[in-house]
């Protein structure tokens, strides 16, 4: 075909324009694929950026979570109940991203608005704080926070003034209320209240009860009401009532529970005095064995006592270490008696002296009667010369301190200050007999300092006794597992305080002795806890008084805080936050 002189080059100048666009639809695409392999790459280290402060704060929340302890003391990062510093945190997060992963910064700050970062602790005291973690990876800054509530109670006994599987009766002018652990007042008056009374049965009060503390005015109530059955308190128009829900005490205090704190009480057994060492039956034997200076008589060793030992010569003092008598102990007149370890095969009777006695642990097989005479103030410890602080553990069959084995107080006998580590009192099973009185006279007040008692059968006390304080509160735990045979009784009519809580199973309790009408000076500062299905558990009578304190709980020792109540820390759902790199 004949072509025309005017195409002639086209094919080539097309060829060149499709080249030409060709290289320019390459040149575009190196520059979009280098842009978004750079913005992969940017995105990809923001991600790990991200990733990285996720674990730092996953790791420190772990951390503060795992610390948290009943404390309420004010530790350096931010929960007052949580020990945590930046090195738990840190060890937490190494385990999660080990090296070579970027170290990330943690701040803990309150919730406040405007709060200081740099203020790391709970300025508002509402018990929740921002945990902050901050990391830097490859030039990319993640900060994110979350905020921690450490106000969770779990508390495996209830948190009740009085808790009683059956009924509670409050006679006379007797009253329970609630006190802040200032022991300031509630004013509110209405619900939500610090904690409340439970009955499983009913609950019935008197013109007096009107559940607002003495010298309160206008009264307030103090105490919601939680009751199965019905409730009578002619004294005021209740708030806060809840009908039905209430448990019996042992599906909160189970067996499991129950076997722990007998555990705890049980510490004196075995008995920690030694059996074996240099043996004697007569006192004259024995007191020549040992050096004599003076009225001071000392054992070099321990002492093995076959028989009967009696001391009583005025004015003297005899210290030992480890001694075990097989037979009756018995201190009379103005002596003074010290041991390391202390076992008595019979029964242990002190009878006269005044000044301190510190036998460290003792174990007593029989009865440990123990007075100090009309002019004198006993002292007794389970303490030792070597370690006067610490006192160690005691067991015994029955116990009575200026009483006797029928619960009446023998008169004539003076005060007494009892010093005791955690106490097991076995009494005579099944018998109902008494197991342990603290009698003491009426107008001289004694003193029981012990963290722990426990017992089986009756208990009894009456006169001015008091055990424990706010600041070192105690568990009375009457642990009467008998199946409901037969219905044991506390019989309460000291006119001392209790400060701590009482937890009484398948027994009632009768506080009767009255008070002077003062909050520090009620029957009972803590807690009542009874179960038992067939009966009234608890009466009040005469001017007796329950006063709740929530500090006679907390300061409780730590190995029964565990038993009793923990605290725990958990995420605010809806928290958790990423903030600005910058």
Known sequence: ????????????????????????????????????????????????SLYYA?????????AIKATTTVSTKDFPYGLPDAQIDMSQMNTEYAVACPSPAPTPIYKVYDNVSGADTGVAYDVNMDHRVW??????????????????????????????????DTDIVASGTSDVYAVKPDWSFY??????????????????????????????????????INVNGSVSLPAITENGVTIGGVGLLSDYFDQARQYALTVESQTGIPTQATSTGPAYTTQATLLAAMTHVGN???????????????????????????LYVTGNLTL?????????????????????????????????????????????????????????TTAGPMYAQILTVDGDTNGNYVN??????????????????????????????????????????????????NGKVNFGTLTDPMVYFMQCDNDGLYTNTCAWASSGTFTGIMVIMEAVIEVSGGNDGTLAHSNIVGSILAGTPVATDITLSNNSTVCYNQAAIDNLPPTLQLILRTKTTTTVPGTWQQLSGN
């Open 332 to 388: 009379n007149g103005t002596t003074t008696t010290n041991s390391t370890a202390l076992y008595v095969g019979g029964n242990f009777t002190i009878s006269g002296p005044s000044s301190t006695n510190r036998f460290g642990p003792i174990y007593v097989a029989g009865i440990a009667n123990w007075n100090g005479g009309s002019s004198n103030t006993l002292s007794v410890q389970t303490t030792t010369l070597a370690d006067p």
């Open 187 to 224: 004013t509110a008056g209405i619900p939500p209240y610090v904690t409340s009374i439970m009955a499983g049965g009913d609950i019935t009060g008197n013109s007096s009860t009107n559940l607002s503390p003495p010298l309160q005015s206008p009264a307030k109530q103090t105490l919601g």
């Open 54 to 62: 996720e674990a730092a704060l996953d790791s420190g929340v772990n």
């Open 296 to 322: 001071t008589y000392t054992a070099s060793g321990n002492v093995v006592y076959n028989g009967n030992l009696t001391l009583s010569t005025n004015g003297t003092t005899y210290n030992f270490q480890s």
């Open 131 to 164: 945990v902050q973690a901050t990391v830097t990876y490859q030039g990319h800054t993640s900060r994110l926070r979350e905020m921690l509530d450490s106000s969770t109670t779990a508390s495996i006994l209830p948190e009740a003034a009085l808790y009683a």
């Open 1 to 48: 075909m004949q072509r025309h002189t005017k195409e002639t080059g086209a094919a080539l100048i097309l060829l060149i324009g499709i080249t030409a666009a060709l290289a320019i639809l390459t040149g575009a695409l190196v520059m979009l694929l280098a842009n978004q392999q750079g913005a992969t790459a940017s995105e990809r280290t923001t991600k790990t």
């Open 412 to 461: 004539g006998s003076g005060a007494y200050n009892l010093v005791l580590g955690d106490v097991w009192i076995d009494g005579n099973a099944g018998t109902g007999n008494v197991a342990v009185n603290f009698s003491g006279p009426s107008g001289t007040a004694s003193t029981v300092m012990c963290p722990l008692l426990a017992t089986t059968e009756k208990t009894v006390s």
